[in-house]
């Protein structure tokens, strides 16, 4: 129904007796803070819905003062339900919105849908897409009627529909939809919940999404300018990339179009290693690497530093602080995920902005760890990539050397975030939170009291017994980096090829490392067939909290992936809970980012002896009896000095 200034008073008195709502918004564009609330769609557990326009260019609004008394309803509601609804509530804070009162809870139903709609299996968690996959291309028809008005009307600007410009009866259909959807996917997912025992799953999802409201809202400051010396660096660096470009072409071409760089690569006579899903040349990142030529090499670098300056540093050029979005139900295993920018994949290690002399073992150092991360994006069919050639190393030729400000031949994405001023950062680090997770699983009495040793170091206690080396080598390094290797894979269940291609070696290799792994640690091998029968008798497993996986027939290797990685998800997102109810009042000290298994916060300067230790033992304490260790690091000046 759409709210007209005859009935407002009508509806807000039927909205007023009621505690639990469904809650979306439209406006003009993304930015929370600065685009226009075109309208407020709100519906009851009856279905009924209403929409009340505020913003639009044309026809009737309702006033600032009928919008803020329906703000008022829903700050003494007990649940507020919406998708992807931290969004929502950004905007509604601006109008007097609080989502901290009391008693007041807010659910993000794509979170139910992960924990209670096992049928779903499509990989976006759009509003959309989950309505048509449950109730047929039909239910999203209204979508395509708003989008071909806006379209008629030159009301889409970079494929963003401006809501504010069509008429408060045409949003009112959308909106109201949304709502309606929103709804019943809830009530949906709400009866799959109840069925699999997730509801205190559920439960500690709706805790944290306030802790991740306050995370994104209070973000991270950006060094401005730093952010513009990084960016000159990389823009003169990718001048000179070009010209060696066209200088092995022989003539000037699009180093970013893909189309235009396979005809670089014929005309030197080399041919595209694999095809596209239509059957055209590919020239991905796994093609590129298959490529042992100079080309291969600056073309793959060039994509790389254009991709990092368009993900990090001009959006932290374009704001003094850094707010991205994190969604507790972007991960199947419960990690968290985030956007704008993906805190996930940003580069951990200084990048290399000129040409570096390597030695044979910074050589295979970086060439496994370049092999590993591109082997974990092969899609399943795909073949593995056996080799990173050399041409395809110097942008991440300092390997994990520590930011050195004074280099310029240095720039680090982790630089551009720093403390506000009066205040340090500090990042408390989970120490192989993996692998501790996974030992633990073991119920060894002996592991467990070896956990519990600062001295505790399973990566080296590993390459010590696969390699036989000792740490006394000059290359132990590159071997505990190959244990590493062979830890995770046995975690993750790969087999003894795709094990040996990780590591550069044969099947017969890799399987004999596994072998002498699973001898020197009791129950290993015990708990993953274990683990993998069960996945394959029952169809499902849960971690130690009781989260549920669906476990499809033949992928029963996953299951300890999902085991471990799920366990240590959800010991972070607890957590998180937990340090955000210590210090929801205390200016002194603010969790700021959360990035795999480390957590970075914003202490006042002087109040750091507190809450240092403070912090690191909490996040030590766990109700699984773990014997986890967590690693405090004074990031000053900036979160790229983490541990200098």
């Not at 326009?53 to 008022?72: A, F, M």
């Not at 210590?582 to 980012?593: A, E, G, P, Q």
Request: a neutral charge; glycine letters at 6%.
């Amino acid at each position: 129904m759409l709210v007209t200034p005859e009935i407002q008073n009508e509806v807000l008195n039927i909205l007023s007796t009621q505690k639990i709502f469904f809650v979306d918004i439209e406006s003009s564009g993304l930015d929370t803070s600065l685009d226009i609330l075109a309208g407020i769609g709100v519906g009851i557990c009856s279905g009924k819905t209403y929409y009340f326009p505020h913003g639009h260019k044309q026809g009737v609004n309702l006033s600032i003062e009928v919008i803020k008394n329906l703000i008022e309803i829903l700050n003494n509601a007990d649940l507020l339900i919406g998708w992807n609804f931290k969004f929502d509530v950004k905007f509604l804070m601006r109008f007097g919105f609080n989502p901290w009162s009391k008693g007041l809870h807010l659910a993000d139903v794509p979170v139910a849908v992960r924990l209670g709609c096992p049928d779903f299996t499509g990989m976006k968690f759009g509003l959309k897409e989950v309505t048509k996959a449950f109730y047929g291309s039909d239910a999203v028809e209204y979508v395509k009627e708003l989008s071909a008005l806006m379209r008629r009307n030159k009301w889409t600007k970079n494929l963003r529909h401006n809501y504010t410009l069509p008429l408060p009866a045409d949003v009112a259909v959308y909106c109201e939809k949304d709502v309606e959807w929103t709804r019943q996917i809830y009530y949906r997912a709400l009866c799959g919940i109840h069925h699999y025992n997730q509801d205190h799953i559920w439960n500690m999802a709706i805790n944290q999404t306030k802790t991740l409201l306050r995370m994104e809202i209070r973000g991270v400051a950006t060094d401005q300018d730093y952010c513009l010396k990084a960016m000159s660096r990389i823009e003169s660096r990718l001048k000179w990339l070009e010209e060696q470009c066209y200088a092995l072409v022989g003539y000037e071409f699009n180093v970013d179009a893909p189309l235009q760089v396979g005809d670089a690569f014929k005309t030197l006579g080399i041919e595209a290693a694999k095809k596209t899903k239509l059957g055209t040349d590919s020239w991905d990142e796994s093609a590129l690497y298959s490529i042992d030529h100079p080309l291969a090499g600056y073309v793959k670098e060039h994509r790389t530093l254009v991709k990092y300056l368009s993900t990090y540093l001009t959006p932290a050029l374009a704001a003094a602080a850094l707010h991205t979005t994190y969604r507790n139900w972007g991960a199947v295993t419960g990690r968290l995920s985030s956007s704008d920018p993906p805190l996930q994949v940003m580069p951990r290690s200084p990048l290399a902005l000129t040409t570096i002399e390597l030695t044979d073992i910074e050589k295979k150092e970086i060439q496994l760890a370049l092999l590993t991360k591109a082997n974990a994006k092969i899609k399943q069919g795909e073949l593995p990539i056996r080799v990173i050639p050399d041409c395809h190393l110097s942008l991440f030729a300092f390997g994990n050397k520590p930011f050195d400000e004074n280099d310029d031949r240095m720039v680090a994405i982790k630089r551009l975030y720093v403390a506000r001023p009066g205040y340090v950062l500090y990042s408390f680090d989970y120490a192989q939170m993996e692998v501790r997770v996974f030992l633990s699983y073991l119920n060894n009495p002996e592991i467990l009291e070896r956990m519990k040793l600062d001295s505790f170091e399973p990566h080296a206690e590993t390459a010590i017994l696969a390699y036989g080396v000792s740490k006394e080598q000059s290359d132990f390094k590159f071997y505990r980096q190959c244990a590493k290797c062979i830890t995770f894979g046995i975690m993750y269940g790969l087999g003894n090829e795709r094990l040996g291609v990780q590591l550069g070696t044969t099947a017969e290799i890799a399987k004999g490392y596994k072998s002498r792994y699973f001898a020197a640690i009791p129950g290993a091998k015990r708990f993953i067939d274990d683990t993998s029968y069960s996945a394959k008798i029952n169809g499902y497993l849960e971690n130690r909290f009781g989260r549920r996986y669906v476990i499809p027939f033949g992928r029963e290797y996953i299951g300890v992936n999902y085991k471990v990685q799920g366990t240590s998800a959800d010991i972070l997102n607890y957590k998180m809970i937990e340090l955000d109810d210590m210090f929801v009042n205390d200016d002194n000290c603010h969790m700021l980012l959360q990035v795999h298994d480390e957590l970075v916060f914003e202490i006042k300067i002087g109040f750091e002896n507190y809450y240092v230790p403070l912090i690191k033992q909490s996040m030590e304490q766990n109700t699984l009896g773990i014997p986890l260790r967590v690693d405090p690091s004074k990031c000053e000046p900036s979160l790229a000095s983490k541990g200098v």
